[in-house]
């Protein structure tokens, strides 16, 4: 049973446009909801988190959207570049407790 | 600090041959994680340790997986029997106990014919 479900799976964006992935999850425990991003043949590296308390976390280019009600969490990548092509995971956690993964968004940025 | 450290980083096996993958925590990071990525499955958790005890093995696919963590700088992820459906990369990730951030290693990539 997937505690976090992703989508979409692959996402294609072009230069300068927005990536937009989405992340929904059931569980009301869970208090911690990061992004992973991962590049080929290198482990995933955390990018962004954010505690439910707030709605809205930005880090530079990167936007964690959270909607506590909905029960859904969303990254947006503004003017998208190919450097960021490489697969997204979301993740959900209890307090400090193990990470729930989406299965990944593979991005692809073209010039 | 040299992050989390896993070898070998690429291991080819026959079937049926024990596998034994390792990983060096980074220091004063209590909690370890053994992950597995495939893409049919993407990231699993296979188990993880807190202060070298198993919290949590319900990951472990079956008995011919086993892990240890004899100390506080060193975990084993063992495969004996393997077999070609546990070809897939195996991923070590360690958390201070105060912090939520799992910091991940490079990776084994393991493939049994």
């Known amino acids: 049973q997937q505690q976090v479900k992703q989508s979409p799976q692959s996402l294609i964006v072009q230069k300068g446009g927005i990536s937009i992935i989405n992340c929904a999850y059931e569980n009301t425990a869970f208090d911690y909801f990061p992004w992973y991003q991962q590049f080929p043949g290198k482990g995933p590296a955390l990018l962004i988190a954010i505690r439910p308390d707030v709605s809205e976390k930005k880090e530079g280019r990167f936007t964690i959207s959270f909607n506590k009600s909905a029960k859904q969490f969303s990254l947006h990548i503004m003017d998208s570049q190919p450097g960021d092509s490489a697969t997204y995971f979301c993740a959900a956690s209890k307090p400090l407790g193990r990470l729930y993964f989406g299965r990944g968004t593979q991005l692809t940025v073209w010039p | 600090?040299?992050?989390?450290?896993?070898?070998?980083?690429?291991?080819?096996?026959?079937?049926?041959?024990?596998?034994?993958?390792?990983?060096?925590?980074?220091?004063?990071?209590?909690?370890?994680?053994?992950?597995?990525?495939?893409?049919?499955?993407?990231?699993?958790?296979?188990?993880?340790?807190?202060?070298?005890?198993?919290?949590?093995d319900s990951?472990?696919?079956?008995?011919?997986?086993?892990?240890?963590?004899?100390?506080?700088?060193?975990?084993?992820?063992?495969?004996?029997?393997?077999?070609?459906?546990?070809?897939?990369?195996?991923?070590c990730a360690t958390v201070r106990d105060s912090s939520y951030e799992q910091y991940f290693g490079p990776g084994t990539r393991l493939t049994v014919t």
């Open chain 2, 59 to 91: 990951g472990m696919p079956e008995d011919r997986f086993s892990a240890k963590m004899p100390n506080a700088s060193f975990s084993t992820l063992k495969i004996q029997p393997s077999e070609p459906r546990d070809s897939a990369v195996y991923f």
């Open chain 2, 1 to 56: 600090d040299a992050g989390v450290i896993q070898s070998p980083r690429h291991e080819v096996t026959e079937m049926g041959q024990e596998v034994t993958l390792r990983c060096k925590p980074i220091s004063g990071h209590n909690s370890l994680f053994w992950y597995r990525q495939t893409m049919m499955r993407g990231l699993e958790l296979l188990i993880y340790f807190n202060n070298n005890v198993p919290i949590d």
